[in-house]
DNA sequence: AGCTGTGAATGACTTCACAGCA
DNA sequence: TGCTGTGAAGTCATTCACAGCT
């Protein structure tokens, strides 16, 4: 379910703030879906609601914790020190929210060894000691399309199991290895649609 | 339907590569989806497949294009001058796919007047002014969660009718406006989801 | 009284499978 | 023969609505 994270993230909001139980109604709004939604989500791994009062928000996020597999940080290689790469490579979000990137590489011999952040850029060619070493299931990719294909196999090769690609590419990769793809461009594409059924015409 | 920018993409290498027709099937292969579910997505809006031989490139991409509004550029404003918001400014992707960032604001005082890119950041204060100057229907939302509610508002008010979030919050905006949230720290938790399942333990 | 947990109803999307045209 | 277009079947997700616990 995609809306689990959704679920952990407004939890941990609502325990900074103080709230120790929360209902299916409550919840629901702020995660932006259905009352009915959450509860049969929440229900699907076993949940401990009391009738009458809701969620304990502690108990809740533990749970959510553990189905998440969020109980420790998982380490992610990012591949691709571009425009893209960088803000990754520095960008707080992950680190918040569980996920160390441990190790960033590029194709490019000038960057190896310019930083990022607290990182060094390696080699493309250091990726399989680099997973071995820091035990990473998780690869980030940040080239070009045109390189994307050959960037998956090597991680792939190297035991990577789960890929999140910002590549506009549809990777062929084996079964048992998961991909996510985040096209920035088709996010803005879908929009675009929408609103060009909003006015026929518009000049940009 | 979310799959119709994916065709599109894929159309356009096809055609690059100087393919005249593309059969269902192909195109399936290429989008990683089924063949069945290409044809019913391409019939939804008047196909001109030609059976026995498949479909005509140009046509076909000049029909997308109609469909996904992507006959004009798009103007875009950036909110957030921060790591991703620079990455985004300076992302050649969004280009070329037909969406200019035309300006780009931030809250921070010190940034206003820096330079990204070809563009200047601008104070926030301005979006209301560049909205209307630029004829900007998209506005890209690029800073810390607890500053994007009054960003979408803002956005909101100067007359966007579309966002793209980066921002890990569910926004609250009128109906007619569209959202789109891109939640990074979501991908690799879903991520995380499928790799918790396989390996009961990891130590990251 | 309030809110969860869940069967049943609905709806949306996917896939199948094949008729029909080039 | 090859491939599209599409009714029909199948699958999955969402929503409703209410029984049952606290």
């Known amino acids: 379910m995609a809306r689990l994270p ?19 109604e409550q919840l629901a709004e702020l995660a932006g879906v259905n009352a009915a939604k959450v509860r049969k989500d929440l229900s699907h791994f076993g949940s401990y609601g009391t009738r009458g009062v809701g ?9 959510l914790r553990r189905e998440l597999g ?13 425009n893209l790469g960088s803000a990754l490579a520095k960008f707080a979000g992950f680190s918040e929210r569980g996920f160390a990137v ?10 190896v060894g310019t930083h990022l952040g607290a990182l060094t850029v390696s080699h493309d060619e250091e990726i399989g000691r680099l997973v071995a070493d820091h035990g990473i299931a998780i690869g980030i990719i ?12 090597r991680l792939v090769a190297a035991g990577v199991t789960s890929i999140l690609n910002f590549a506009p590419t549809v ?9 996510r793809d985040v096209d920035l461009a088709v996010e803005l ?3 675009a649609f929408h609103e060009g059924r909003r006015e026929p015409r518009r000049t940009g």
Chains 1, 2 share one sequence.
């Open 55 to 63: 969620y304990e928000v502690d108990q809740l996020l533990a749970d």
């Open 189 to 191: 594409q879908i929009l």
């Open 171 to 179: 990777l062929d990769v084996p079964d048992e290895v998961k991909v």
């Open 6 to 24: 959704v679920y952990h993230r407004v939890l941990l909001d609502l325990q900074a703030g103080g709230q120790s139980t929360v209902s299916s």
């Open 70 to 82: 969020l109980t420790h940080d998982w380490n992610c290689i990012l591949v691709g020190a571009g």
């Open 102 to 111: 441990v190790a960033v590489v590029d194709v490019d011999r000038s960057k």
């Open 142 to 153: 940040a080239v070009p399309p045109a390189a994307a294909q050959e960037v998956a196999d």
